[in-house]
């Protein structure tokens, strides 16, 4: 198939963002290895709450809501972690952390091109037919490419 809705490899890449949902486990229940692999994914911190655990470390205030949140749930933005992030940014440009969330805000621009491209793609192949994966295709598409990963790598530059 070639629809990413099916893709054990791209689920796992959403999984490893932060992009969690229980539901996306469905479409891999009849490959028991891989939806064994996936269910496992899903209860590991994304690399998003290890970034968070080293800003915490590092000595940023990361609200333990936040450090000790459910990583099987998909991330949602905290005022604080923003905060954490606005710190970075208006500190040192050349600091570890700062070129790390660089790096991440980097990775997050390619996952929102990449969206937003399949979306018009799919919007041109197929208007508003249901997608090939059984989503709701278009409307679907629309959805995910409006989410950010890393949400406070993009808000935190408004306080800069």
């Known amino acids: 198939e070639g629809s990413g809705f ?14 969690k949902s ?5 479409p891999h229940r009849g490959a028991p290895r891989v939806h064994a692999e996936l269910e496992k ?3 590991e911190p994304s690399l998003y709450d290890e970034v968070l655990r080293l800003l915490a470390r590092r000595g940023s205030e990361i609200p333990s809501s ?13 005022p604080e972690v923003e905060r954490a992030w606005t710190a970075v940014y208006s500190g040192d440009a050349d600091s570890e952390v700062a070129r790390l969330g660089e790096a991440l805000t980097d990775v997050a621009e390619l ?3 990449w969206r937003n491209d399949h979306l018009v793609a799919t919007r ?15 409307a679907w598409l629309e959805k ?3 989410n950010n990963v890393f949400p406070e790598l993009w808000t935190a530059r408004s306080y800069v």
Do not use: C, N
């Open 66 to 78: 936040v450090l000790e949140r459910d990583v099987s749930r998909r991330y949602e933005p905290s």
């Open 124 to 138: 041109r192949a197929m208007g508003a037919k249901t997608g090939t994966g059984g989503s709701a295709g278009v």
């Open 111 to 113: 996952v929102w091109r």
């Open 6 to 19: 099916q893709s054990a490899m791209y689920r796992r890449m959403e999984f490893l963002l932060g992009e």
């Open 22 to 26: 229980a539901s996306m486990l469905v």
């Open 41 to 43: 994914a899903l209860h």
């Open 144 to 146: 995910r490419a409006r």
